[in-house]
């Protein structure tokens, strides 16, 4: 009787090498039909006769340091007007010797910001800690006190403005707009309909007649010789305004729940607030955080809008730098570097978004 | 499931009803859901409701903890009376238990915040009281070792011990059951039924709404048929499954038991 031995193993046969590898990935994504390599060559094509010309302009040709004479008589890039206005751009008109109080201001911005990425971080230090950081900052930008001249606020702008405008406004719109949500879901009609005209005036109306109300209608309404600040006016809109829309993402996710979780709830006996804090809204907000995402890093982008009311935000600044006779013509380089510096923060948003979305997936 | 250690404590308790349902009627819009409900539930008591469905009999025990609202007649748990005094409401959730036919567990939290849940923000236990009484109960329906895993994460009968634990940890005076097995996969109808049989044993009053048979004849003292939204037969399981005293009934248990 023949006894045949399986010396070779099947288990662990390779896939075919055409499959694998970057050949592999070049045949499944770029060529795997004869219209696709069609369009893969295409776009190869296209980026070729794209990226090297940029490249030169931007990089290769660049002027980074050098009057703006010169950089009319070169052909490439001229970054000197990043350069040459810089401090103008990321201040506007706080007084030069002084600037270090802003750039001191935002780097603790920053660094709160980031320490807070990290949720593990959460507690309640760390809010005594943005309290301390919060009135530091103000400390800084407006003086007065400590030996720091006192500063205006009709002369802050550029970054710090932006980031001022856009950090408390989706910090207090967000749970503004989560309050609204939960009103508009409310059984008391008063609550309700309050909630819902609210929402809706504010949604039917554009951001620039709100600032514009703020700027100039409102200040119409206060008594004689009282005047609020007029950045404190433009973050009050820009709060409002944000808290209508992340109002009704909100809603979206409280519409998504089911009426199971609220009945288990109740038959805890857990009262409302317990049922929304601890069940409902912690479901609900995760359920939303992409299209709330989305509101808050338009809410940011629109805080540019402040120029129409003549507040100098970072947008405004760089423009401003373009009506310099030695500047002028160079609004390309000084247009990318405020895309790029918003770019930044949004992205930053978006990734953060991301991570958070992962880490309150609970598997389901 | 044989042995049936029903009749014996109940005859020795006097007239005081744990629940005491009265007159009750309710309707959603213009349809009359329940009609002339009366019911007495005796403290250790278990009764099983079953019925077609639409006849009401879910509302019925969703009226007890006032996830429904009735509109006329009286409902009084342990001598308290459902109305609208949020008070009483709130006591009376506190008091009584209640197991859904989904589940309901709290998808973003673990098992044990699950359990935790309702003594540490209801009772105001502390956090470590309610763990170790959350351990006790899930050891006591034999699911301790999932405590820190997430919902999600549990088959369907797992979840339902879960959401029975849960219950239990509020050290209900009544459970309230609605449909618990039906929506599980079959072979995971025993492990459910397991635990609620070892509860009965232990003297939980229970109201339970299911179409698990060999459930009502084992562990209750009394099943009621529903029909329309009205009581139509109270009997005890012998009677009831042997000899019902009506059309109705008879009709159904030949549509249930092939």
Redo the contacts between chains.
Sequence with gaps: MAVIIHTKEHGNLKPPASTTGVIGWIRANLCNTWYNSLLSLLIIYLLWQVIPPFADWALINANWISSGAECHKSGGACWSIIHANIRFILFGFYPPPEQWRPLAAMIILFSLLIASRNRNWWSRNLLFVWLAGLIIMGLLMMGGLFGLTSIESDQWGGLPLTLMLSVFGLAAAYPLGVGLALGRQSRLPVIKSLTVIYIEMIRGVPLISLLFMSAIIFPLFLPEGITINKILRAQVAIILFTAAYVAEVVRGGLQAM?R??Y?????????YF?TMR??IL??AL?IVIPPTVSVLISAFKDTSLVVIIALYDILKTTQSTLSNPQWMGFSTEAYLFVAMIYFICCYFMSTWSRRLEVE?H??? | MNESPKTEDIEAKPDNAIIKIIDLHKWFGDFHVLKDINLEVKPQERIVVCGPSGSGKSTMIRCI???EEHQRGQIFVDGVELSNNLKNI?KI??E???V?Q?F?????LTILENLT??PI??KKVPRREADELAMYYLEKVQIAEQAKK????LSGGQQQRVAIA??LC?KPKVMLFDEPTSALDPEMVKEVLDVMISLAHEGMTMIVVTHEMGFAKSVAHRVMFMDEGRIVETNTPDNFFDHPEHERTQLFLSQILH
């Design positions: 089911p199971g979780q009945e288990a709830a109740d038959s805890l006996g857990l009262n317990q601890l069940i912690p479901q995760k309150l609970t598997g389901r | 903890n006032r996830l709130e959730r506190e009584v238990g209640m859904f989904h309901n567990l709290f998808p973003h849940l309702g923000w209801v997430f919902p999600g994460q849960r219950s509020m």
